[in-house]
């Protein structure tokens, strides 16, 4: 293919007027898209409030590749049968929060002190080797950068910007932003990325930093809302615009949801017909219809009397073999002087567009004491996560009267779903899954029970040597495992075959597994916003990394 076609190409990709995908296209973990690509969702179903159908669990792949990233079970994707049960998990928050308030001149104009992260995004950059918190600095004004050794505790450098401040754009009325860390950028003046939205003019920008300190305008995006953003797929190298719609605005149906749209290059593909109000028509060069809050999110403690859920947030980011997707839920409006109540909820998706959403409790709620820095609007923040070493750093804003500012929660490493035994034993078998790697690894926590490991053929039979009665029971509590036989120095043997793993536990709980070529446990999955000791978006790394959180984790975190 010459260059002036390929350009053409992608030119018509960016502008929505060919697929981005190809028909039938295969991703990474056996999954096939369909034919019409993005999916067609019905604009009825959003405001009906339907549950989001997902086509990859109901009919998964006949084999599943496992060579990208631990394995999580979070659904039933991986699993043919099982006797365990599943539990999901919620995020501790830190008992000092917030990490970051306003305690500034240029974060205190008005009535509203703010340092708050609205997306914005917090990420470990690896070249600089530090946490790097871009925040919403004085209300509806500055955006600000302040950065951490530990993640825990940051402070506020001088910048030349605005002389004197850590303020780094100038960017007049911002509503929110999201900035992206782009690992695989070729062009190093855009290695941080940032989508902005604009009160004055009601629009979004992306703007390109080399920095991530000095940002310039590189151009205006089509029709959107305030709240939409973007992510990177990074298993089909595309980037996604969230873009926030309304359905009936101006009725008492009115609905906040999302569209999609998909190109290669997020400069050239910033131009989209339509976007704001009434929802997208999935034409030529305009966004689809993608999802929204549902009848399952319109109940709970925050929820009152014949009130809808509405979708008001939506941020994504691959995490090892999927994608995390921070489900920012209005529950309420304004209630005896209360701002919005919004909490934070998880999703899952394995193909980048259809939602799971199996657990509707909130990973980061909004508190019940008014003085509390999260008493409403509870909100994620961009990047969604961070690994660093066996836990999961999750950033989100809160506000109360006086302030707004950002808080830290902890979870445990893939802890979002765990596979349970009580006393009894109980068993777990996958479906048949092909990898090219030679050692296996689990996520699990056996300290009070065991752990055992059998290998099937993708007829159900035994494989010699890989019994339960010759493996080496594990009987730890720990995020990273190695899984070893006797007779077997490793899995050779059966790698590259289509193959099924049972999993014997009793009185534990399995959060995940991988297979990796790696001794050193590399999963070759994506690390959300990073962490100390990853060098770009993968693990390949392995257990450096838990060395590397040790080294820079304050006293008595551990």
């Known amino acids: 293919m010459d260059s002036l076609t390929k350009n053409v190409i992608i030119c018509c990709v960016g502008l929505g007027l060919v697929n981005a995908a190809n028909s039938a296209e295969t991703l990474y973990n056996g999954i096939v898209l369909p034919e019409q690509?993005?999916?067609?969702?019905?604009?009825?179903?959003?405001?009906?409030?339907?549950?989001?159908?997902?086509?990859?669990?109901?009919?998964?792949?006949?084999?599943?590749?496992?060579?990208?990233?631990?394995?999580?079970?979070?659904?039933?994707?991986?699993?043919?049968?099982?006797?365990?049960?599943?539990?999901?998990?919620?995020?501790?928050?830190?008992?000092?929060?917030?990490?970051?308030?306003?305690?500034?001149?240029?974060?205190?104009?008005?009535?509203q002190p703010t340092a708050m992260a609205f997306s914005d995004g917090v990420w470990?950059?690896?070249?600089?080797?530090?946490?790097?918190?871009?925040?919403?600095?004085?209300?509806?004004?500055?955006?600000?950068?302040?950065?951490?050794?530990?993640?825990?505790?940051?402070?506020?450098?001088?910048?030349?910007?605005?002389?004197?401040?850590?303020?780094?754009?100038?960017?007049?009325?911002?509503?929110?932003?999201?900035?992206?860390?782009?690992?695989?950028?070729?062009?190093?003046?855009?290695?941080?990325?940032?989508?902005?939205?604009?009160?004055?003019?009601?629009?979004?920008?992306?703007?390109?930093?080399?920095?991530?300190?000095?940002?310039?305008?590189?151009?205006?995006?089509?029709?959107?809302?305030?709240?939409s953003s973007i992510f990177y797929n990074p298993f089909r190298k595309l980037w996604v615009y969230s873009i926030r719609t309304i359905l009936n605005p101006g009725t008492d149906k009115w609905c906040?949801?999302?569209?999609?749209?998909?190109?290669?290059?997020?400069?050239?593909?910033?131009?989209?017909?339509?976007?704001?109000?009434?929802?997208?028509?999935g034409g030529p060069g305009a966004p689809v219809m993608w999802v929204g809050a549902d009848r399952l999110d319109s109940t709970g403690p925050n929820v009152s009397e014949d009130f809808k859920a509405e979708l008001y947030h939506l941020d994504t980011i691959a995490y090892e073999s999927m994608f995390l997707g921070l489900?920012?839920?209005?529950?309420?409006?304004?209630?005896?002087?209360?701002?919005?109540?919004?909490?934070?909820?998880?999703?899952?998706?394995?193909?980048?567009?259809?939602?799971?959403?199996?657990?509707?409790?909130?990973?980061?709620?909004?508190?019940?004491?008014?003085?509390?820095?999260?008493?409403?609007?509870?909100?994620?923040?961009?990047?969604?996560?961070?690994?660093?070493?066996?836990?999961?750093?999750?950033?989100?804003?809160?506000?109360?009267?006086?302030?707004?500012?950002?808080?830290l929660a902890f979870m445990r490493r893939d802890g979002f779903a765990s596979m349970d035994s009580e006393q009894t034993d109980g068993v777990l078998t996958t479906r048949p899954v092909v990898f090219k790697g030679k050692y296996l690894f689990v996520n699990a926590d056996a300290e009070e029970g065991e752990l055992r490991v059998e290998v099937l053929g993708k007829d159900g039979k035994l494989i010699e040597p890989f019994t339960s009665e010759n493996c080496e029971p594990i009987q730890t509590d720990k995020t990273l495992q190695r899984v070893n036989w006797q007779g077997a120095s490793d899995l050779s043997a059966v790698a590259e075959k289509p193959v099924k793993f049972r999993f014997h536990l009793s009185n534990g709980r399995l959060y995940s597994f991988w297979v990796t070529p790696d001794e050193s446990a590399a999963s070759n999955g994506y690390v959300a916003a990073g962490g100390p000791g990853f060098t770009g978006s993968k693990d390949t790394v392995g257990a450096a990394a838990y060395q590397a959180a040790e080294d820079v984790a304050p006293k008595g975190t551990n």
Not at 55 to 65: A, F, G, K, R
Not at 264 to 278: F, T
């Open 37 to 111: 690509w993005p999916p067609k969702i019905e604009k009825d179903a959003i405001e009906r409030g339907d549950v989001m159908p997902v086509p990859y669990l109901e009919n998964p792949p006949d084999v599943i590749s496992i060579d990208v990233g631990r394995q999580l079970f979070v659904d039933d994707f991986l699993v043919e049968t099982t006797d365990l049960k599943r539990t999901f998990h919620v995020a501790e928050y830190y008992a000092d929060n917030p990490v970051v308030a306003p305690d500034r001149r240029w974060e205190k104009p008005g009535n």
């Open 124 to 227: 470990y950059d690896p070249k600089d080797k530090v946490f790097k918190m871009w925040y919403m600095s004085g209300y509806m004004a500055t955006t600000s950068l302040a950065i951490s050794e530990d993640g825990i505790h940051w402070t506020k450098p001088k910048y030349d910007v605005m002389p004197g401040t850590n303020v780094v754009c100038l960017s007049g009325h911002r509503d929110s932003a999201v900035v992206w860390l782009d690992h695989e950028a070729t062009d190093p003046k855009r290695r941080y990325q940032m989508f902005q939205f604009h009160r004055d003019p009601w629009r979004a920008a992306i703007h390109l930093s080399e920095d991530g300190i000095h940002w310039d305008l590189a151009t205006w995006c089509g029709e959107s809302g305030d709240r």
């Open 256 to 281: 906040r949801c999302r569209l999609y749209w998909e190109c290669e290059d997020l400069v050239s593909g910033a131009d989209w017909e339509g976007g704001y109000r009434g929802g997208g028509t």
């Open 327 to 407: 489900f920012s839920i209005w529950h309420q409006g304004s209630h005896e002087g209360r701002p919005k109540i919004n909490d934070v909820l998880v999703g899952f998706s394995r193909d980048g567009f259809h939602w799971h959403r199996p657990f509707r409790q909130a990973v980061l709620p909004v508190a019940q004491d008014s003085d509390a820095w999260n008493w409403s609007n509870v909100q994620s923040v961009g990047g969604c996560c961070l690994v660093v070493g066996d836990k999961l750093y999750l950033y989100a804003s809160g506000r109360k009267s006086q302030a707004n500012s950002t808080g």
